[in-house]
């Protein structure tokens, strides 16, 4: 069944604060073309489609254009069934936090501003996963990586096509998930499977997810928005059950935010002791995801 997940009252969350960041720190969405916005009014469902300018991850602006894409969302299309997080670049779906920003603020040793900007991430997802009544899928087309990966799992259903890759490849340079990764994952297939997959930077694919339980619907490349259409016409004939089981769900699934934002100051804590090794491989990496970017574009 589709789990649903709710907030604890007393966690208290506030909206998501971006004022750390100066240059976009707006209140409406921007023209840079971070976040898609398509409402299909047949299927009454929400596309936020993730469309990077330069590498597929949660760059701060990024992070802030879906979260006032999801405000104006709440305003606008209230009786919509479905929200569904997407990536415009067919093979990527995300390779999570900023790793280019995140070195540059170690260097700097800007130790606050390298939290607020984890924490906006941990309130932007949270906020996706756990702040809206309607059904929230993620559509997987290519690479779900690290906070990507989070991101997906943050959903009530993972949509993704075969060709889709998922894992923490990043766990061998010390990134490790801190976004709600194990709450997400436990709440699916338990907690020993979960640690298995958190303590290795394997990479899985679609199919095998599926096999684990982590992954809802395979299908093959090209059919992933009818597969969401499908599943959103199917959840919508079930109404009647699915309140009732998102109902119980509620009871039993509720996010520890409190804690979760714990793993972020743990985090953010450790990250910052890197030394230049380590940070010279992270740029390595970045180096690597754009030069993946520009080659599949």
Request: aromatic share 10%.
């Given at each position: 069944?589709t789990?649903?997940?709710?907030?604890?009252?007393?966690?208290?969350?506030?909206?998501?604060?971006?004022?750390?960041?100066?240059?976009?720190?707006?209140?409406?969405?921007?023209?840079?073309?971070?976040?898609?916005?398509?409402?299909?009014?047949?299927?009454?469902?929400?596309?936020?489609?993730?469309?990077?300018?330069?590498?597929?991850?949660?760059?701060?602006?990024?992070?802030?254009?879906?979260?006032?894409?999801?405000?104006?969302?709440?305003?606008?299309?209230?009786?919509?069934?479905?929200?569904?997080?997407?990536?415009?670049d067919?093979?990527?779906?995300?390779?999570?936090?900023?790793?280019?920003?995140?070195?540059?603020?170690?260097?700097?040793?800007?130790?606050?501003?390298?939290?607020n900007?984890?924490?906006?991430?941990?309130?932007?997802?949270?906020?996706?996963?756990?702040q809206?009544?309607?059904?929230r899928?993620a559509?997987?087309?290519?690479?779900?990586f690290?906070?990507?990966?989070?991101?997906?799992?943050?959903?009530?259903?993972?949509i993704?096509?075969?060709?889709?890759?998922?894992?923490?490849?990043?766990?061998?340079?010390?990134?490790?998930?801190?976004?709600?990764?194990s709450?997400?994952?436990?709440r699916?297939?338990?907690?020993?499977?979960?640690?298995?997959?958190?303590?290795?930077?394997?990479?899985?694919?679609?199919?095998?997810?599926a096999?684990?339980?982590?992954?809802?619907?395979?299908?093959?490349?090209?059919?992933?928005?009818?597969?969401?259409?499908?599943?959103?016409?199917?959840?919508?004939?079930?109404?009647?059950?699915?309140?009732?089981l998102?109902?119980?769900?509620?009871?039993?699934?509720?996010?520890?935010?409190?804690?979760?934002?714990?793993?972020?100051?743990?985090?953010?804590?450790?990250?910052?002791?890197?030394?230049?090794?380590?940070?010279?491989?992270?740029?390595?990496?970045?180096?690597?995801?754009?030069?993946?970017?520009?080659?599949?574009?």
């Amino acid at each position: 069944m589709t789990m649903m997940i709710t907030v604890k009252p007393k966690d208290n969350i506030k909206e998501p604060d971006y004022s750390f960041y100066k240059p976009t720190a707006t209140n409406e969405p921007s023209d840079a073309g971070q976040i898609n916005s398509t409402y299909s009014k047949t299927s009454h469902c929400l596309w936020l489609t993730m469309a990077s300018q330069e590498r597929a991850c949660f760059s701060p602006e990024m992070l802030i254009d879906l979260d006032l894409n999801l405000r104006s969302y709440q305003q606008s299309h209230p009786n919509a069934k479905a929200i569904v997080l997407a990536s415009a670049d067919p093979h990527i779906f995300s390779y999570g936090s900023d790793l280019n920003y995140i070195r540059s603020l170690i260097i700097k040793y800007d130790r606050d501003t390298l939290f607020n900007y984890i924490k906006l991430n941990l309130d932007v997802i949270f906020k996706f996963a756990s702040q809206f009544q309607q059904l929230r899928i993620a559509q997987v087309t290519g690479a779900a990586f690290n906070g990507g990966f989070e991101a997906a799992l943050a959903s009530d259903v993972i949509i993704a096509e075969r060709q889709a890759t998922f894992g923490f490849p990043d766990l061998e340079h010390k990134l490790f998930p801190c976004l709600g990764t194990s709450f997400y994952l436990t709440r699916r297939i338990g907690a020993n499977a979960a640690n298995k997959i958190l303590s290795s930077s394997t990479i899985y694919s679609a199919d095998e997810l599926a096999e684990l339980g982590i992954i809802d619907v395979v299908v093959d490349a090209g059919c992933s928005t009818d597969a969401v259409i499908n599943y959103i016409n199917h959840h919508q004939k079930q109404n009647t059950l699915n309140t009732s089981l998102k109902q119980i769900a509620e009871r039993i699934n509720q996010t520890p935010y409190s804690a979760l934002l714990k793993n972020c100051n743990d985090w953010v804590d450790q990250i910052m002791t890197l030394s230049g090794y380590e940070l010279r491989q992270i740029e390595r990496i970045v180096k690597h995801q754009v030069s993946s970017t520009s080659n599949k574009s």
